[in-house]
């Protein structure tokens, strides 16, 4: 039996609360891991838990001890996709994009 599409959008909605309801009681429990346990292995019944390091690059105080001016070598150019959009007609900038999947939105 098919849907009609009010029945697929309610269900996408039921869906969507599950799916947040859900990651936030993951979020909760991976905290709660963090706090009592430390880095390493532990034995969880038919499950091992790790729990390793999580290193984050500091960007901001990279740029402060190298900065592009003087390093240049470091860095790399990417566009700036603001400025591109305004430098280009709408006409040519078609050309650097590429359709994707459908986008669905419901609110």
């Known amino acids: ?3 009609t599409i009010e029945e697929m959008v309610a269900r996408r909605v039921h869906l969507d609360e599950q799916i947040a309801r859900l990651t936030d009681e993951k979020k909760q429990i991976d905290e709660k891991l963090r706090e009592e346990h430390d880095y ?3 034995p969880a019944g038919e499950w091992r838990v790790s729990i390793g390091r999580n ?3 500091l960007k901001e ?3 402060k001890r190298f900065p592009v001016a003087m390093y ?3 860095y790399k150019p990417v566009p700036d996709t603001a400025q591109v959009k305004e430098f ?3 006409v040519e900038l078609k050309k650097f994009y590429a359709e994707g999947a459908k986008k669905i939105t419901v609110k």
């Open 61 to 63: 105080d990279f740029e």
């Open 72 to 74: 240049p070598h470091l």
């Open 55 to 57: 290193p984050q690059f």
């Open 1 to 3: 039996m098919s849907m």
């Open 40 to 42: 390493g292995t532990i």
């Open 88 to 90: 280009f007609a709408p």
